[in-house]
């Protein structure tokens, strides 16, 4: 059985969708209700204590993490909240899957990384958070592999769905309420899809399924294809809703640097992650962005996306 944690965030329920067919599904939330109100099992990561004992109850083969401590910015005011989520959290998970010969699979990031590199990250790269979220993220990445359980640790970036809070629903959001666009154009990255990351993160269960976890102890990178900063990221995407008619036009976006639009966590510059060993691994090369960024628009545009009503309504 596949118990996956983080079920109502926005990789969480395309996992549900891409999970269904690999094995029996256990989806779970922080508090037992599932996207669109449906009620499935309850599972509080910051209850740190108390993991062991729900494990036991439910008793997986796969753990799949899709829940984290994500409030990039609020995590350096609430550091030892994203440390019990992201970290000690993930640290018992481990543990417990140890013991249990269960197979864990983490989700990971490219803030695991200080983006003063020029070409892409691979799996061996050093890595150097800039932010408490970044840190906490790696603290369990190193915790998963200290505990000596079965792993998957997928490091991805820059993720969107049609559904949760992203990049993509606050642009159109932004271009909808007629608001002034100003993007950062001087940090680059792979924006990635939900739906790419869960079906990916599907197909390495079916392999799974096929050869055994046994010895299977792996950090993978995850990404779309290409590369782009979040400038050229919001022109495309907004082109793009323009030419589907999500939006009656496409408005003009402000190139700024990085110092004129200051946050709390610092980000790196530079983050595009290598994924040639996904690829091998695989068989398969990953879709381009630009793909699945039309993609996921056309999903809004079709209203097909799960528990998402007919008709995209910027404003929600
Ligand atoms: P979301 O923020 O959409 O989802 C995170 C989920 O975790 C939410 O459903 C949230 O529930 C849940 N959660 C938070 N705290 C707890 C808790 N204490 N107990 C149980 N559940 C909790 O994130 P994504 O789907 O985008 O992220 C999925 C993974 O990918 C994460 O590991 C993230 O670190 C990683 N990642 C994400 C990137 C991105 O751009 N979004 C980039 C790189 C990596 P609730 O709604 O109740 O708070």
């Known amino acids: 059985m596949i118990l996956l944690l983080g079920a109502g965030g926005q990789l969480g329920r395309e996992l549900v969708r891409s999970l269904a067919p690999v094995g029996a599904l256990t989806p779970a939330t922080r508090d037992g209700m599932g996207a669109g109100g449906t009620a499935c099992a309850r599972f509080d990561l910051s209850l740190v204590d108390g993991i062991d004992e729900r494990l036991d109850a439910i008793a997986p083969r796969v753990i799949v993490n899709a829940a984290a401590y994500t409030a990039v910015d609020r995590a350096e005011d609430e550091p030892e909240l994203a440390d019990a989520i992201n970290h000690l959290a993930v640290a018992a998970l481990a543990r417990w899957a140890a013991r249990n010969d269960a197979l864990l699979v983490y989700y990971s990031t490219d803030y695991v990384f200080d983006g003063s590199s020029g070409r892409p990250y691979d799996e061996h790269a050093a890595t150097v958070p800039l932010s408490i979220y970044g840190c906490s993220k790696l603290a369990g990445e190193e915790a998963i592999r200290s505990s000596g359980c079965a792993h998957l640790i997928l490091r991805t970036a820059w993720v969107y769905a049609p559904h949760g809070h992203n990049f993509l629903r606050s642009m159109l959001r932004a271009a909808h309420a007629g608001r002034t666009l100003r993007v950062v154009a001087d940090q680059f990255g792979a924006p ?125």
């Open 192 to 316: 990635t899809s939900a739906r790419y990351l869960s079906a990916t993160t599907a197909r390495l269960l079916d392999d799974v399924n096929h050869r055994g976890t046994s010895g299977l102890r792996e950090t993978l990178h995850v990404t779309c294809a290409g590369q782009v900063s979040w400038h050229g990221y919001a022109l495309r995407l907004l082109e793009r809703a323009s030419a589907l008619g999500l939006l009656a036009q496409a408005p003009p976006v402000q190139a700024i640097e990085s110092v004129d639009w200051p946050t709390r966590a610092p980000r790196p510059r530079y983050s595009v992650l290598d994924c040639d060993r996904l690829a091998t691994r695989l068989g398969v090369r990953a879709p381009h962005w630009h793909d699945e960024v039309d993609a996921t628009l056309l999903e809004l545009v079709a209203g097909h996306c799960l528990f998402q009503p007919r008709t995209f309504d910027a404003r929600s």
